[in-house]
């Protein structure tokens, strides 16, 4: 590939995820680490790797897992700086493919160890498309225990008609409902299960917009609210102090242009943030913790206590 092949090919995938072809959290990083991997094959210097990983940390800002994806894959350099290009393309190329393999063996984990908290003849709702969610979802099916799910469509986007599907493909009993139906039926629930874009410090969920009203129903009827998240969802931006920058897409996305071309104004966040008070019990790869373990899980599954000066330096500020 020339070089001007692969700044198209970086260009092509930052658009994908832009334009939420490559969408959810956990595919969204493992595309980054993948396009980072492509980019290294094809590249003779370092310094277009962290091109491409400047572009590519721009494309959406809300879901951490891209960032420490990125993070990941570009810690070698920090680590050893006086070593040559072609070594550390070496290095960019082990590490995504690390990077790769944590994504694909923490989603049967967490099935696994998710499907445990899961009693017998269980009814479950879900928000959004969460593979990781999905993942604990159809352990369970597969051990007997789901009777059925509800799944919210989750406009604007309408991800819960993938969520449909694919728990349906399964052999699922599966009812979409209105976003706003969820009170409804929330009496008829036995769990709410949902996936993660960030996990902060403190132990709150950013995730897709409606989760945190789906968890206030949750409390009011006494239904558990379980997250299920891979720890590169936690945010070591968090413990540096950073807020979440909540993604805020189109007024296109959710109103006619008609409303549009009257002047009228729309707003269109696509997440939201969950206290930790209204969740029962993240799912990770490495266990079932409360909330307020957030610290330990990006203290020591992070590592970024021992690269602190590393974290600085390759945080988007850098970047920019
Ligand atoms: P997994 C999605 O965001 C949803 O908010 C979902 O809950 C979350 O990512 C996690 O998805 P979007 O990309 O990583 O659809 O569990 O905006 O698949």
């Given at each position: 590939m020339g070089a001007a092949n692969v700044s198209r090919m970086i260009e092509e995938a930052a658009q994908k995820i832009e334009r939420m072809e490559i969408r959810g959290a956990a595919r969204i990083a493992k595309f980054a680490a993948e396009t980072l991997k492509l980019c290294a094959e094809n590249v003779k210097s370092f310094k277009e790797i962290k091109w491409a990983a400047e572009r590519l940390l721009k494309?959406?800002?809300?879901?951490v897992s891209l960032y420490n994806a990125i993070n990941f894959v570009m810690r070698c350099e920090s680590l050893r700086s006086d070593e040559s290009d072609a070594e550390k393309l070496e290095c960019v190329k082990k590490r995504a493919d690390e990077f790769i393999e944590w994504v694909d063996t923490a989603q049967k984990k967490i099935g696994e160890i998710g499907a445990k908290r899961i009693k017998n003849n269980a009814v479950i709702m879900t928000h959004c498309n969460s593979s990781a969610a999905i993942s604990i979802i159809s352990e369970a099916f597969r051990q007997g225990k789901v009777a059925a799910v509800f799944a919210t469509e989750?406009?604007?986007?309408?991800q819960g008609h993938l969520t449909a599907k694919q728990l349906k493909e399964l052999g699922i009993d599966v009812t979409l409902i209105v976003d706003s139906a969820v009170r409804y039926f929330i009496e008829d629930v036995d769990y709410v299960i949902v996936g993660a874009d960030t996990i902060t410090v403190n132990g709150a969920l950013i995730n897709k917009i409606g989760t945190s009203q789906i968890a206030l129903a949750a409390k009011e009827a006494r239904v558990p609210f379980i997250v299920a998240a891979e720890t590169y969802k936690f945010s070591p931006k968090t413990l540096l102090g950073e807020l979440v920058e909540i993604e805020e897409r189109s007024g296109e996305e959710v109103a006619p242009r008609e409303l549009l071309e009257m002047g009228i104004k729309v707003r269109n966040p696509a997440f939201d943030a969950t206290p930790?008070?209204?969740?029962?019990l993240i799912i990770t790869e490495v266990g079932a913790i409360p909330p307020e373990m957030a610290y330990l899980i990006i203290r020591d599954?992070?590592?970024?206590?021992?690269l602190w000066e590393d974290e600085i330096k390759l945080s988007p500020h850098h970047f920019d």
């Open positions: 494309t959406r800002p809300t879901a989750s406009r604007p986007r309408f930790r008070d209204y969740i029962d599954r992070l590592g970024y206590a021992e």
